[in-house]
Every structure is written in C-alpha cells, then in structure tokens.
C-alpha cells in the first residue's frame, strides 16, 4: 500500500498515475460484479439450521463419499458427484426416505439422545469423546440439513480420529521449511491449497523443493501428480469461479511456479478460485499423499507474521482429501494416484517412523539453516524440529533476544530490533514443538463453503456453528488468537460467557487489515470491538475476566501497529476448557464469518490443549505486555498512556468508509492483509 497512499493522511496523498488508474479499474470491476451478484444470488441456505440431528443427516453420513466415488471413475468432476450423491432430487428423496434406517430398528431414531445422534454420525470407532466436543460436532453436523456442500467435504467424512504429532508456531518462513520438507519426502502425489501465492522468499522454499522432488522422483523413475489451488481474483470469475491457469501465466508475474521443462517428474495442474463478490478460497492447507495434512495459518509469500501449522496424520487425513477434492471442483486430469487407497487403511506414517527427537546439547553442533539459496531437507520431522529450533540459539556475542529478533525478522523487515529483557528468553521461543507419541482421538472438519453475495446470509455452516457452539458450551474457559474479531454473531454469546464465570481471553493483532475492516457492513477494527465489549459489561469483576490482549513478539514489551509490518500475528486458533481447539484458516471476522471458504480442524485432546496453550504463550510476549485497558480496549503505554503509533483508537474518524474501499481492493490484489 505504500507505493499508492501515504497512511491515511489524505491531504498529503501522493498518487502515481498508472497505479491510480490500475486502482480505478480494480474499485470499478469489484462494484459492478457486486451489484451484478446482488441481483442474481439468492439469500445462503445457510441462513437456517436445525437443532436436533435428523435422520437424513445420519442416512447422508452413511453414504458414499466424493472420494468413494471418483476412485470407480477419476474422470468424474467432483462437484457434480457431490450433488449426485447430496444434493439431487434423487438424493433427497433417498435420504429423506421413510424406509427405516438400522438406529430407527434397533431403538428408535427420535428417542435417542441428541449427543448418541452425534457420535453414531462420525467414524470415531472405539475413541472416547468428550461430551463437549459432541455438543460441538452434533451443532456442526445440524448444518448438513438444509446444504450438506456448507461443510465442503462428503458427510460421512466430517468426524473421524488422527494423530497430531508436530506444531509449528513461527514466523511464516519456518512453516514453509516444513511443507518444503514433506513435499520433498512425497512419493505420489501433492495437494496445496492457498489464498495468496505471491513469488517471495517464502514462495522460493516451496518452488526449490517442488524441483528437489522432481529430482528425486526421476531417481525412482516415478511421476508425481501435484495439484496448487489459490486466489487471485479475475472479472471472468463473476462466469466460471474456477479457472484453470496456463503454464505461461503460473511462469510470469507475482506467482512463478515452476515450468513443466524444470520439472519434467512432476506433473503439475493450478486451479484459480473465487467466489465473486466475497467468496474468497482462504483455506490453507496441503495433503501429502494422503497420509499427512497440513493445515495453517498462513500464506505463501513474505510477511511479518507469526503463524501457526498443524502436521496431522491418520484417518481425518481422508477427510482433508476429500474436501481438496471438492475444492478443487473440476475433472482431475491426471487424476491423483491414491484415490484408491485411504488413510484409514494404512499405518499412521509417524508411529510407524518415529525416531524421537533430541535437542541440540551445549558443544553439539548446529545443523545449518535451510534457506532459498542453502537447501537442507531432512529424513523426518525430528531432523527438521532440531536443524530449525537450533536457529534460535544466540549466535557469537548475540543475546538470546538478538537471537529471537534475527529468527523472527524477514526479508521485509530485516532490520527490527527487540527491547525485550532476556529474562524473558528464559522459556525460550521454539518454533517447532513435537508432542509425545498419542493414539488418535477424535477430530472432525468444520469448514465454511465460499458465499460471493454481499449479503449477511450464510451463517450456520459447521465452522461457525462449531464456533457458537463452543463458546456457549463452555465452563470455565475460553482462549482466541486472530488477528481480527468482529464477526457480529460472535459478540453477544462472547460476552454471555463473560456473565456466567467463564474466563475469556482474546489475543488479538493491532491495526490488521484496519481499513478493510472499516467497510461497510464489516462491524469495525479490534479496538473498537474491545471497546464495545467492555462497554457492554457492567461491573469491575465481569470486565476482570474479559481479558484482551494485543500481540506483542517474543522480542518485544509492547504491540507493534501492523502498518509497520514489523511485528503481526495471524494465528487463528480457539481453545475451550483445555479439551477442546478449533485450528485452521477461519478467523473470528465477518469475512471468514460469512463469506471465506476456511478449512478448520476440531480436536478433543486434553493433551494438545494444554500443549498448545503452553506454545502459544511461550512464543511470544502478548499475555505479559499486550494487556487492553477496560476503560476503552486499547493498549496504553505503562508510562505515558498513550495508544500506540498507527492506532486508530476506539472510535472510526473521519473517511472510515473510503479507507474500507481501498483496503478491500487492497485485499483483491495480494496487497492488504488476509
């Protein structure tokens, strides 16, 4: 935003011709196919659910799947074999059906209990669930009624069991390390979905291991099929919101994918989705070989974030499969090879590989940082965890806080420095944290499908009934880090929480995406939202345990504006009562509230709980520096009181609705945070 607008000062902007008109012409298509949309979409089914599990959902979760289906003929396209399945006049009078199902038989589907209802839907086996996480999965698969496509993967495949035995919190380089690594160790095929793919040194650690695995795959005299979907929006997606990209444009431009020549053992396709207006593909996530999903917070091209990736492995690996296989929409041509052979049929890989991970001892040698222009890739994520970890050990006459501030820098901001005693290096940043070995336990997807029209229409899709759903359920407390929260839905059960005893505490960033957030209809920034909410709160003990943070970095005592682009964070994770999380793409704010397609993951694991809660506040400096006043919501300096450089305060001023207007175009072209 630099190069267009001086911040928000609009006496003093200085505009460049050729990026005024391109800016121009980008405002006036984005308007035109609004109102083209408004015109002719419907309101969301989404805009209803029901609130007890009927018997079609349970029938749909016995089906076949996509998956299922294309695996008898690959050369089907995937949406249509949805509809087919779910969706057809002949579907709905199948699972509709008055013929009784086996639960109907043996007790009766209307006397048993909502929460039995729920579990019977999932493929949990002999995995315990929680009853907090059935009241979570049971609002979730409610959704499925009026539009089983809301939760973008096949019913049967919502609720399953897997393993988590790798967590990444770390600037965004470090996750792109690991899916370099995994995509390197593939042997057939590759899935990587992702909202904004810009050429960057981020973009360059994935492009050398898509090299690297051609290499290798050639070694073998194997051909690997890899799939790349992202989003960059384009006004022939107002006719066809999946365009399939040509080798010449992937090569060129902001994207530079590698081209068929470089990788003569890899055959890859790109798909660019969007959903006019609003319906943008934000899921990130990656599946290798259908035995490992990734799925993170975020991108792939530099920033200043901190983010957050989870390694998953075992059955709910086919759930992630199947939901990239709906979002990829189109006749796979070539289809992917493992279409045939499921996770759940299969030994979870990092139980049968396992090595245990030993950190580095003092003396030990370091293993050198793999870089764009120093690749090293490792036989496992053991290797990996120690070879990055390692990293952030000082270096010669650095501090450990000098040490954090160069593992943390980008190449965008390469130059940050850090005022952070080194007391507080004392639970050192590790970006990498692998859990002991676990047996699975239950998982289930809750999604969001893409909604385009600017309206407020699609609200009960399973990630946010799973979001409701688990605010309103819990007991003692609930723990958010996002970089926005402003969905509207969100608020009251949010503050209900707060009255009943229950603990909430939000780790928010300062100043994301502002101007986007200032649009009309998207309810405003952070502080205005904090503000709101301690507004709403009448006494001195309820405002006790609305607890707002900003997110201040491991090196730092105070929250940086992320109109510097110094110091973000761009996790999206909740986590309630230490049993429960909800982890993936979707954050708390209108537009991955109402529009987004985001891919999230629901886990029941007490163990991960608690082991995230502990990472999460170990890798940075938010609960002891970042606190809110509850006077207003914003961060004051201890000593002066001042709000900090950059923050708009807890009020909109002057021009909000013109800022909104270029924050979204912002948005459009890569440029604005997402």
Not at 74 to 93: I, N, Y
Request: net charge neutral; proline share 6%; hydrophobic share 35%.
């Amino acid at each position: 935003m630099d190069g267009i607008f001086h911040p928000w000062s609009f006496s003093g902007t200085i505009l460049n011709g050729l990026e005024f008109v391109k800016l121009l012409a980008a405002t006036s298509s984005f308007f035109v196919v609004g109102i083209i949309l408004v015109i002719r979409q419907p309101p969301s089914p989404n805009r209803v659910r029901c609130e007890m599990v009927p018997r079609k959902v349970y029938n749909m979760c016995q089906g076949q799947t996509v998956t299922s289906e294309l695996a008898l003929d690959p050369s089907q396209c995937p949406q249509r074999v949805f509809h087919k399945l779910f969706e057809s006049h002949h579907a709905s009078r199948t699972y509709d059906g008055t013929e009784e199902s086996d639960v109907d038989k043996a007790l009766g589907w209307e006397s048993i209990n909502e929460l039995q209802k729920a579990r019977a839907c999932g493929n949990f086996g002999t995995v315990k669930t929680s009853d907090l996480f059935l009241k979570v999965y049971h609002d979730a698969m409610c959704c499925l009624e009026k539009n089983p496509m809301s939760g973008v993967v096949s019913p049967r495949l919502l609720g399953s069991t897997g393993v988590l035995p790798l967590t990444i919190v770390a600037s965004l380089p470090d996750l792109c390390r690991h899916l370099a690594n995994c995509i390197v160790r593939a042997e057939h095929e590759v899935f990587l979905g992702t909202n904004f793919w810009i050429h960057s040194d981020a973009s360059t650690l994935v492009t050398n291991a898509i090299r690297e695995l051609s290499k290798r795959a050639g070694e073998r005299r194997q051909k690997i099929v890899m799939k790349v979907i992202y989003d960059r929006g384009d006004p022939r997606q107002a006719w066809e919101n999946r365009l399939s990209v040509n080798e010449d444009q992937y090569v060129r431009g902001k994207v530079k994918l590698p081209a068929a020549s470089e990788i003569p053992n890899v055959d890859l396709r790109v798909i660019n989705f969007h959903r006019p207006v609003f319906g943008t593909f934000h899921a990130k996530l990656t599946v290798i070989d259908r035995r490992v999903a990734l799925i993170q917070s975020s991108n792939i091209q530099d920033n200043d974030n901190l983010e957050m990736l989870a390694h998953i492995e075992g059955p709910i690996v086919d759930s992630f499969y199947d939901s990239a296989l709906l979002s990829w929409g189109k006749a796979l041509d070539p289809p992917l090879p493992l279409l045939h052979s499921p996770a759940s049929d299969a030994p979870i890989p990092c139980h049968e590989k396992r090595n245990g991970y030993i950190p580095t001892e003092n003396g030990d040698a370091a293993l050198p940082e793999h870089t764009t222009k120093s690749p090293h890739y490792d036989i496992d994520f053991e290797e990996e965890t120690r070879r990055v970890n390692d990293c952030v050990h000082p270096r010669g006459v650095e501090t450990r806080t000098q040490a954090v501030s160069r593992h943390l820098n980008t190449t965008i901001q390469p130059k940050t420095t850090g005022d952070a005693p080194d007391s507080d290096q004392d639970n050192m940043f590790n970006p990498y944290m692998i859990l002991p070995r676990h047996e699975p336990f239950a998982m289930a997807l809750v999604n969001r499908e893409p909604f385009g029209s600017p309206n407020h229409s699609s609200i009960y899709t399973p990630q946010n009934a799973a979001w409701l759903s688990a605010i309103n359920n819990a007991q003692h407390t609930i723990f958010m880090q996002t970089p926005n929260m402003n969905a509207e839905p969100l608020m009251e059960p949010l503050l209900d929480a707060v009255r009943r005893g229950v603990v909430v505490s939000c780790y928010l960033c300062l100043g994301y995406n502002d101007a986007g957030e200032l649009l009309p209809f998207q309810n405003g920034t952070n502080e205005m939202i904090a503000n709101r909410l301690y507004n709403s709160l009448k006494t001195d003990e309820e405002k006790s345990r609305l607890r707002v943070h900003y997110y201040v970095g491991k090196d730092q005592t105070r929250p940086i504006h992320n109109s510097f682009k110094k110091r973000s964070c761009h996790i999206k994770l909740m986590i309630v009562d230490e049993q429960i999380a909800i982890q993936g793409n979707g954050n708390l704010d209108t537009q991955s509230f109402f529009h987004s397609q985001e891919v999230n993951v629901l886990i029941d694991s007490g163990l991960v709980c608690r082991a995230w809660t502990k990472l999460i506040n170990r890798n940075q400096n938010t609960a002891k520096y970042g606190a809110a006043s509850t006077r207003d919501g914003c961060w004051h300096d201890p000593e002066t009181d001042k709000i900090p450089v950059g923050s708009m305060g807890p009020t909109r001023g002057r021009f909000s609705w013109a800022k909104g207007i270029i924050g979204a175009v912002q948005r459009v072209r890569g440029v604005g945070g997402f």
